[in-house]
Every structure is written in structure tokens, then in C-alpha cells.
């Protein structure tokens, strides 16, 4: 049966107490307004409800649900107002948008779909307020490709099964959202989009809270915490910037650049990651200015396997291990960085390491504040090192570096500590006003350990004892000699760590 009722209409079944009727294969068409209530809409073999060519029902407190297609299916200019409606357990998306249509989705429950929650596309449009989406296989919201560009406010958008909860190929504005414990990502970005994600909460994602991938949108003033793996990927050219989010308590990184990642980090506070605040790898390039990077326990940035970027006026701070580790045929540049009260070491330049660092402030951090080793060559320029709890730059491992115009004071264990054999470039550097506990403790008989606490190697001469077969890397120092292997057989190695 085909039916056509216009909003001046009303459609009288036949009354019938204690009844339970079906009506069956009906289209019921309004070209004016037409409102629907309290509604149950269920188990149809295409959407349950279709919304096209400028019609715009009210819709309140409908069940729509079992379908074996969309839940709600607008396209082709439909619009609309759905308000509170149940809509779960439709075989594709709970809410379909495309070629133009414009609907308005309020306090809606849309869980439970086979594949995605709401899917934008093909130039849909759409406004998604205060709506509580959950339990859906795929996308909680799926935005993909033709300029689509919904607007998605105040939402609870919660556990995606299977992949992201949002998935944005091109435009929308993503704003408010609270979005937590989705598999993959809480939004994953791709191809060219410019989408504007900002003022939302990214809770609990079993792996990341943002996915970006060929992306240049705008990400702003969000929280990201507690996440599985890294708090932001970005990764395959892609540009976003992020600007203002607060990335913390991850369980991994905090924000992750790979596979030619680039883009912009700007103003940012990213703390309390088990591994590292900031990771930059293969061929990575981003802009990284203005952070606050702090509490990592493998370090604040880590620059590895030919990752690049420019670090400029961060303040790096308070981490576990190294403030910035540049490993592996990297080559970032740091300028003006405030690089401190690290737990470790300010700088670490290792295995084939380069970068250029300008102006930095690298102050009281426990080990040294620029370690240099394994074939390293970075260049240093006009930076401050002062106060640090070891040495100021150590050299060392076959390691060299150009030194100009830097100005190394207040460290304990020396201001430019340099192993045998290490020949740096050194220009115009001023060295003053630097400690030498080792020399010290040499002199009053001290194992050096000790004034390390066995935690920090200070640089100083090695022997090894032929009596006592000990090898290279259990070499003892010159206190030892004197005093555990007196009368023994013993040869300098080198002066070293």
C-alpha cells in the first residue's frame, strides 16, 4: 500500500481496541513541514525513515530500529529537526547525510549500528547537538570526502567497536564533544581535509585520540588524556596544526610525527606520557613551537631514524630521561628552547645524531647538559649550559661537534669534558666558573662512583687490571688502581665516561 498525507491531513486507522496492527509498504510524503512523535519505525528492508528535496519534518521521540538499511537516510536537500529519538541496530549508519542535506540532529540516542553512527558524505551538511552516540561497530561519525561539512557540538560519542569514532575526510566543525574509549582513534583525519577540531575531550581511546593522515585541518584547545597509545599520530604528509590542547597521562607518546608527519605544535602543554612527550621519525618535519613538554618518562622529545623539525622557544622540562634525544641520522634544529630541571640529561646526541642547536637555555639537569656520542656531529651555537649536576658538554665515542660562541658555567663535573680522541670545532666559547668534583674527589682518594651516586659516569681516566682480567667496559678508575689493585698489573684504556 502507497500512501500520501499532507501535513493538513490526518490518517485515521480504523480504531480497535486491544488490537496490534501493521502497516505494511508505505510512503507517506509531505511537502510542507509535518511533524512525527513517539513513533516505533522498525525492521524495514531500506531506511526507515527517508528525508529529501527540502522537506522538513519535526521528528521527537521516534524508535527507529532493526532496519536493514539507514536508520534516518536525509540526501538530495532534505532537512529537518530529529529530536530525542532511540535509533540503534540498523544494519548501516543510525543517520545518513549526503548531496546537500542540511538536517538538524538534537539529543538523539544513536548506538548500536552494524556499521557506523552517523555518516556524512557527498557534500552533506548537518548540525549534531547534544546527541549521545555509543556502541557502534565502525564510526561513531563518519565524514567522508566531497566537501562535506557538518557541524558536531556537545555530543557523547562513546566506544566505537571497531575503528575511529570520527572520521573526517573533508571539513566540519568538531567542537565540545566529549569522545572516550573508542578502538582506534577518538577522530581520525585524512586526505586534504580542513576540518576544526577544538574544545573536546579525548578520553580512553584503546590507541589514539586524533589519527591524522594527509591532513591540514585545525586542531585547538582540546584535552587528550589517558589514551593507549599515542595521544595525536600524524603521519603521511600531513599538515594540522594543534594549537592550545592540554595531551597528558598517555600510556605511550603523547604526540607522534612518522612517515613524513609534519605540520605545526604551537602553545600546547603535553605531560605525563610513559614514553616520551614528542616522538619525530622517517623523514618527519613539523614546526614545534612554544610547548610546555614535560614529565615523560622516556624523555620530552625524541628525534630518531631521520626525523628533522624545528624546535623554537619550548620549555622542556622535569622528564625522566634525556629533555631532547637525537638519534639515528637525525637532524632537527632547537633554537631558543628553555631545556631544564631534567631528571637526566638536557641533550643527547647519539648514533649518528646531528641538528643544529641555536640559543637554547639548557640548565640544571642532572646529567650532562649536552651528551655527544656514537659518531654524532651536531652543531652548537651560541647556547647557554649552566648549572647542571654533571658535566656542561661531553664529548665522546668517536663522536665530534662544532662548538661556536656557546657559554658553558656552573657545572659540577666540568664545563667541556672531551674523551681520548675526540677533536671537536671549537670557536669563540667562554668556559667559566665551572666545578671539577672529579678532580676533587681524585685528589681526597674518593672511588668515583661515589660522588655519582652510581647513577651519573663522570668522565675520567680508565684503567684496566691484567692481574684481575677485568675487560674494557668494567674499567676501573684511578683511585681503584690505587687502592683495590695496589701491586697489580694494571694499563690506561682511555679517558672516557
Known sequence: MTSTVSASQTLLPGYCENCSPTVDNCIIRSS?????????ISRNALAGIWVKNLASPIMREN???????????????????FEKNDIHNNRIAGFEVKAGANPTVVKCEIHHGQTGGIYVHENGLGQFIENRIHSNNFAGKCLDNFNSNPTIRKNEIITAIK????????????EHNNIYGNALAGIQIRTNSDSIVRHNKFIMASMVAFMCTKDQGLIEENEVYSNTLAGVWITTGSTPVLRRN???????????????GHGKLEDNDIFNHLYSGVQIRTGSN?????????????GGVLVYNGGLGLLEQNEIFDNAMAGVWIKTDSNPTLKRNKIYDGRDGGICIFNGGKGILEENDIFRNTQAGVLISTQSHPILRRNRIYDGQAAGVEITNNATATLEYNQIF??????????????PITRGNQIFNNEDEVEKAVSGGQCLY?????????MHDF?????????DRNAICVNCIKNCHAGHDVEFIRHDR
Open 32 to 40: 510542507s513541514v509535518g511533524t512525527y512523535e513517539h513513533n516505533e
Open 63 to 81: 524508535h527507529i530500529h532493526h532496519g536493514r538499511d539507514v536508520g534516518i537516510f536525509t540526501f538530495e536537500n532534505g532537512m529537518g529537526y
Open 163 to 174: 575503528v575511529a569514532s570520527i572520521y573526517l575526510e573533508r571539513g566540519g566543525l568538531i
Open 246 to 260: 592540554r595531551i597528558h597521562s598517555g600510556k605511550q607518546v603523547g604526540v607522534y610525527f612518522y612517515d613524513n
Open 286 to 298: 613539523p614546526v614545534i613551537r612554544g610547548n610546555k613538554i614535560w614529565g615523560g618518562q622516556n
Open 410 to 423: 656552573k657545572n659540577k663535573f666540568a664545563g667541556l669534558c672531551l674523551a681520548s680522541g675526540v677533536q
Open 450 to 458: 661515589k660522588i655519582s651516586s652510581y647513577t651519573s659516569f663522570p
Open 463 to 471: 684503567y684496566r687490571c691484567q692481574t684481575c682480567n677485568t675487560t
